[in-house]
C-alpha cells in the first residue's frame, strides 16, 4: 500500500441476510464480531453499505494478518482486499488495470454491481467500458462463465470499490445473539467438529469435559484445553468445566455388568452436563456420536444415553461418515490435537464388548444400586472451570466455581 491510494476490506455476509426481523441483530453481532477478533492487530471503521461492510485500513494495516483473522469469522460469505476509488469510470479503469496488471490469465471477466442506483452509468456499461481496457492492455479475451480471472466493480455510498481476489468466508450465523448450549468434549476428533459445527449456527458453546485424572495422564485435558483453545477462535469466548470422573467410573464399574459401563458413563455424564447447562442457561447439549461408528454408538444405546435429559441432545454428527468428520477438523485445526496419542478417561475404564442394544430396565435397575445422585453432586462440586479468549487466550483455573443447589 503506498502513495494516496485507498484500501479497505469489502465483507460480504451470509446467511444473515435472510433472517427478516432478527437481521439487525444478527448485523449488530457479526460487525461486533470483526471488531472483536481484529482487536489486537487494530481499531477500525467499518462502514455498512448496502448489504456489505467495508473495513477501511490504513495504510500500514497487515491485510495478510487480517485475512487470516477473517477467514475464521463465522456468517462471512467472502471478503476481498479492495482499493477504493472515486466513482468515476476512469479512475475505475486505471485502478482495475492496476491489479490485473500484476495477474496472468487468457480469459477474464469484469463484474459490476451498482447498490447505489443514483450512479448514472448502468452496470453492464461500466463492465463494458473497463473490460475493454483490459482486453486491449493484456490481449486476453473476455470470458463471462469461468473466466481464469474476475474483477470485480462495486458501487456503493459515495465511491467505488475494485477487487480481484474474493476470499471465501466460513458462512453460517455469527455466534453470540443469544442461544447457548453446553457440549461433551472430549479429545477425540469428533466431538470438536460436533461443537463447531453448532457454533456456526449462532449458538454460543461451552465445553464440560470429564476426565479421570490421576488414572489418567493430564495429556487428554492438556490436549482437550488445546481443542477449546481452537474452537474458542470461531467464537471469541468460551468456557471450560473440568469434571473429576473417576469416583463416578469406579462406582459403575464395580456394580454394574461391564457391557453396560460405557452406556452408565455417559447417562453420569449427561445428567451433569445438565447440572452445568442449567447454571449457563444453555437450551441444549451436543455430543460427537455418530450412528454405528463404534459399538456402543447404536440408536437403542444413544435411546439411553439421552432418557436422563431434559434438554434436547443435539448429535449433529450422527449422520456423518468419518471421512466427512476428519476432513472438517483438518480444516478447522482439531485433527492434530485429537490424534495424538493419551488415555481417554473412557479406555481405561472400558469393557471389551460393550453392549450394542442396551436395555433401560438393566440401566435403570444398575443405576438403582449406586448413589448416583451424591457422587453426581460431589463430581459437580468439584468441578473446575477454565476461562478462554480468543484473541488474548487467557486461561485461570478456579476451583469449585459452580455451585448448584441440591436437588
Ligand atoms: P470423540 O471422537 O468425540 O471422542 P468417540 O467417537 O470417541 O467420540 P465415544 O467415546 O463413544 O465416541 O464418545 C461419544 C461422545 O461422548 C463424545 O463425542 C463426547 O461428546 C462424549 N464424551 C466421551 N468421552 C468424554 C469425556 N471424557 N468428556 C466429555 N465428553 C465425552
Ligand atoms: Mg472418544
Known sequence: MTGKTRFGIIIHYSEIGLKGNNRKIFENQLIRN???????????????????????????????????????????ANFALAEIVAQDVEA??????????????????????????????????????????????????????????SCYIEIVDNFALIYTRKLPGLRGLPPGTGERAISLLSSGIDSPVASWKIITRGVKVNFVHFHSMPYTSPAALTNTKRLVEILTKYQMTSRLYSVPFVAIQQAIMTTARPEYGVVLYRRSMIRIAETIARKERANALITGESIGQVASQTLANMRAISEPANLPVLRPLSGSNKEEIISIAREIGTFEISTEPYEDCCTLFIPRHPETRANLEIVHEAESKIDLESLEYQAVRETEVLRFKYPAVEEKPRKTTVHVPKQ
Open 34 to 76: 470483526i471488531r472483536e477478533v481484529l482487536k489486537d492487530i487494530g481499531r477500525f471503521r467499518i462502514d455498512r453499505a448496502y448489504g456489505r461492510y467495508l473495513l477501511h485500513l490504513k495504510e500500514e494495516a497487515d491485510w495478510e494478518a487480517i485475512s487470516e483473522r477473517l477467514s475464521r469469522v463465522v456468517g462471512l
Open 92 to 149: 475505475m479503469k486505471a485502478a482495475a488495470w492496476q491489479q490485473m496488471s500484476e495477474l496472468t490469465f487468457d480469459t477474464f471477466r469484469v463484474v459490476t454491481r451498482r447498490a447505489q442506483k443514483n450512479f448514472p452509468i448502468p452496470s453492464m456499461e461500466v463492465s463494458r467500458l473497463v473490460g475493454s481496457v483490459i482486453g486491449e492492455r493484456s490481449g486476453a479475451r473476455a470470458e463471462m462463465k469461468t473466466p481464469d480471472v
